[in-house]
């Protein structure tokens, strides 16, 4: 049986809305152990504290305002966030960064945000969850200044060249792999980049309920889960030329040193 941690859902999502503890169940049952619940918004991170809080040992949370939402990340706003990551719920500042692909806030108002959770960060001595897209050099330029006193950083769903990959690398950042290398064409790049991550900077996750992995798609439900973590699982061990046992041990093994959860036997 599998012990294994996804380090991205979005539980709090609406889509959950109706069956959120039949997809818990799903997950555990298929080995997911443990699930870190993505704060985007200050109202999404107060569900997700709410939704650790109800399942402690196997829920966990992110506080953060994602990039899309950072036209509302006023000083109220943030400073709101910062209590919310003082709950010992929250194990990682996040999920925040740069999307210049869909621009749905202003690019001035995504820096702005993203710099000011990376100095929160720095203050509560917390990991980052990143976010970016079609941002490569600004969002390392910003990184780059932060990162000597960021603990620690994961660049979540990571799907970039393998020059993107060297630079995260060179920075000690984390990398966290989606359903996306499971699907044989927008995964085609990636596949090959998984053999140069080494074991302890490497993480999985589903971004439920995002990034349905194809194999685990049946009729026309197109929602992602949990559960389906597993297909990760094996398509990054293919990818990197190790048993899928190995592989489930060191991304747990990595993900409880990095969100400081509590090791398993």
């Known amino acids: ?50 939704l650790a809080r109800e399942k402690p040992g196997t829920l966990f949370a992110t506080a953060g305002i994602h990039p899309h939402d950072a036209s509302r990340a006023s000083a109220a706003a943030l400073a709101e966030l910062d209590a919310l990551a003082r709950s010992p719920e929250v194990k990682s500042m996040g999920e925040c960064g740069l999307d210049f692909d869909r621009d749905f806030s202003p690019r001035p108002a995504q820096e702005a945000a993203f710099e000011a959770q990376l100095e ?42 393998e020059r993107e990959l060297d630079a995260y690398l060179a920075l000690d950042l984390h990398i966290g792999i989606t359903g996306w290398i499971c699907d044989d064409r927008r995964g085609a790049g990636l596949r090959p980049l998984m053999p140069k991550i080494p074991a302890d900077r490497l993480m999985i996750e589903t971004d439920a309920p995002y990034l349905m992995p194809p194999a685990a798609k049946t009729g026309r439900e197109r929602r992602n889960e949990p559960a389906f973590l597993t297909h990760v699982l094996e398509a990054v061990a293919r990818a990197a030329g190790r048993p899928a046992a190995q592989v489930a041990e060191e991304t747990k093994r990595t993900a409880e040193r990095f969100f400081g959860l509590e090791s398993t036997p």
């Open 1 to 50: 049986m599998n012990d294994l941690v996804d380090i991205g859902v979005n539980l709090a999502h609406k889509q959950f809305g109706h069956d959120r503890d039949a997809v818990i169940r799903r997950a555990l049952d298929a080995g997911v152990r443990r699930m870190l619940v993505t704060g985007t918004s200050v109202e999404s991170t107060r569900a997700a504290i709410a």
């Open 120 to 161: 929160r960060a720095v203050e509560l001595k917390l990991p980052v969850f990143l976010h970016e897209r079609a941002a490569h050099e600004r969002f390392l330029a910003i990184l780059a200044r932060a990162r000597p006193r960021l603990v620690r950083a994961v660049v979540h769903c990571f799907t970039g060249t």
